[in-house]
C-alpha cells in the first residue's frame, strides 16, 4: 500500500532552519507522482506550501514562502524534501506531504482526497 512518511520537524529558533523528508513507497515513485508540502498551524484547513512536478520537478511555492523554503527530491531514493530557511513564529505549523498524481496539487485548493502522510511538527520559537 502506498506510503508517505515525513521526519525532521522539531524546535528550532526564529532564523533557524530545518530540512524536512518525505519518504514514498508502496509503489508511489517520484517520476510519476508530484509531491506537494502542505501545513495546518490551527483548525482543520491545511495551507499549501510547495510542490515540484513529476516530469521535469519545477518547483512552486506559496507567497509567504518563496525565498526562504526550496522543494527538492531525490528519485533514487524516492524521497522528497522541503528546506526551511530564516524561520518565523508563524511557520510554526503541522507539515504534511501529500499527491493527487502527476500534475502538482493547487496550493490555493483545499484537498480532501490523495495520498497524505501523517505530518510532522515545526515549531519555530525563542
Known amino acids: 500500500q502506498v506510503q508517505l512518511v515525513e521526519s525532521g520537524g522539531g524546535l528550532v529558533q526564529p532564523g533557524g532552519s530545518l530540512r524536512l523528508s518525505c519518504v514514498a513507497s508502496g509503489g508511489l515513485t517520484l517520476d510519476r507522482y508530484s509531491m506537494s508540502w502542505f501545513r495546518r498551524a490551527s483548525g482543520p484547513e491545511r495551507e499549501g506550501v510547495a510542490c515540484i512536478s513529476s516530469s521535469d520537478g519545477s518547483t512552486s511555492y506559496v507567497d509567504s514562502v518563496k525565498g526562504r523554503f526550496t522543494i527538492s527530491r531525490d528519485l533514487a531514493k524516492n524521497t522528497a524534501y522541503l528546506q526551511m530557511d530564516s524561520l518565523k513564529p508563524e511557520d510554526t505549523a503541522v507539515y504534511y506531504c501529500?499527491?493527487?498524481?502527476?500534475?502538482?496539487?493547487?496550493?490555493?485548493?483545499?484537498?480532501?482526497?490523495?495520498?497524505w502522510g501523517q505530518g510532522t511538527q515545526v515549531n519555530v520559537s525563542s
Open positions: 501529500a499527491t493527487v498524481g502527476a500534475a502538482c496539487m493547487d496550493l490555493n485548493r483545499r484537498y480532501t482526497w490523495g495520498y
